[in-house]
């Protein structure tokens, strides 16, 4: 773990990077690094995130800047911005059940190759996929996902890098901090080593 | 009474003590307004929460306690936090007892599509997927016509948001229920009768013997 300003953070992040970004509408997002990355101007970025938040909030700030390349997503619904930029061509958005998306990445983090789910089967969600029935059962098999960066916001860490999560703050963070080749974190509070107990996930990048 | 307001005090009826609900935007939302209080009901939040309560007072409201939608909720006493994995393993799972969710078309099978209109409204299925795959019983809250025109149909022409057919559908004008995969017409709300529903339904209705009215206190 190491302690790092949030511009060196976005510094990090190169042109077309893929970005797990944590968040639910917004709420758990890692907001400077956000707008550190707006400042920065990255661009090409594939996202990969719940949602595209709303224009001005979260991920919805990247969208707005004309950052995002792609967005796999469960629901855009709530930023006409993205809506209107997938229309235009200028933004590929891969919609994706909420259930499976998450699984997919969690199925990334955990070194596995994939999830068998049955959602979606025999809907559009199931085009392209296998099939797999077991024990009488349809399931779709989906594949793992991964990322470049996972980009993080947690209530508390410690200078060890373990963190603690606000309410329905949490949604995506823990999960996405399992799946990406480095895990940038922001933290609302840094407390010293063993000033809180053991009692949640612990992460290290 | 205003359409949205029958379908959720009827839709209310439907809750048993101790049952794990999920609830939709929209009129499904309206659900938890009609709870009789002598029912222990817990609702579930798909970003991640057990023990949704009433949208905070202005003041009261905390920026990492939202529902779904990303509004401001409260948390009742003995809630409880969890991330999305968990919380979809709780839905696919067939851990939630009941969710109530918004329509745009049904099939004479019960068979749901409510997540997008191709070319016009490409929002996303966000949860709705794994909730009508999942959830122990899936109950669609919709008007029965859009623009004069019947959302129950002999054939969805909209995508498919499931394959499994949905428990029941509550309506302005009816409850249907898709018993041996046939819409069956279950109830009339007050002051409709059996021939206006059946005129405002593209699929057949099984009717048998005198339909009940809705009783809606």
């Known amino acids: 773990m190491k302690m790092i300003s949030v511009e060196y953070a976005a510094a990090l992040i190169p042109d077309g990077a893929s970005l797990m970004i944590g968040g639910f509408m917004g709420v758990g997002s890692p907001e400077r690094l956000i707008d550190e990355l707006v400042r920065q101007g990255k661009r090409d970025l594939t996202v990969i995130a719940n949602d595209n938040a709303a224009p001005g909030r979260g991920i919805g700030k990247l969208v707005t800047a004309g950052l995002v390349a792609k967005t796999i997503a469960s629901h855009i619904g709530l930023n006409p911005e993205t809506q209107q930029q997938m229309l235009a061509g200028k933004m590929a958005v891969d919609l994706v059940p909420q259930g499976t998306l998450i699984e997919r990445i969690r199925a990334g983090g955990f070194g596995l190759g994939g999830i068998l789910t049955p959602t979606g089967v025999g809907t559009v969600v199931e085009e392209g996929k296998r099939r797999i029935d077991i024990d009488g059962k349809s399931y779709l098999l989906e594949t793992a996902l991964r990322a470049d960066f996972a980009l993080v916001n947690a209530f508390l860490a410690d200078y060890r890098g373990n963190l603690y999560y606000a309410l329905t703050a949490r949604n995506f963070n823990p999960v996405i901090a399992m799946a990406a080749d480095t895990v940038i974190v922001t933290a609302e509070n840094i407390v010293p080593v063993g000033s809180r107990p053991i009692m949640s996930s612990r992460l290290q990048s | 009474m205003e359409a949205q307001t029958i379908i959720a005090k009827r839709i209310a009826q439907e809750l048993r003590s101790g049952m794990l609900v999920n609830l939709g935007i929209g009129i499904p939302t309206l659900v938890a307004n009609y709870v009789p209080e002598s029912l222990n009901v817990y609702f579930q939040s798909e970003n991640g929460l057990i023990g949704t309560g009433p949208i905070p007072e202005e003041g009261m409201m905390h920026p990492a ?26 839905i696919r799972g067939g851990h939630v007892d009941m969710t109530v969710l918004g329509g745009l078309q049904v099939d004479a099978q019960g068979r749901l599509a409510n997540w997008m209109i191709p070319d016009k409204m490409v929002p996303g299925m966000g949860g709705a997927m794994d909730l009508v795959t999942g959830a122990k019983r899936v109950i669609v809250a919709m008007q029965h016509t859009a623009k004069g025109k019947p959302k129950i149909l002999e054939r969805c022409s ?29 109830e009339t709300a007050p002051g409709v009768s059996v021939e206006q529903v059946v005129s405002a339904t593209e699929a057949h209705l099984t009717i048998t013997g005198a339909i009940p009215e809705m009783i809606l206190s």
């Open chain 2, 65 to 90: 306690l939202t529902d779904a939608g990303g509004r401001p909720v409260s948390a009742l006493p003995g809630a409880c936090t969890f991330d999305s994995a968990t919380s979809f393993g709780l």
């Open chain 2, 158 to 186: 909209l995508p498919l948001t499931s394959m499994r057919p949905v428990s029941l559908v509550v309506t302005e004008m009816a409850v249907i229920g898709f018993p041996e995969g046939r819409a069956t017409l279950l």
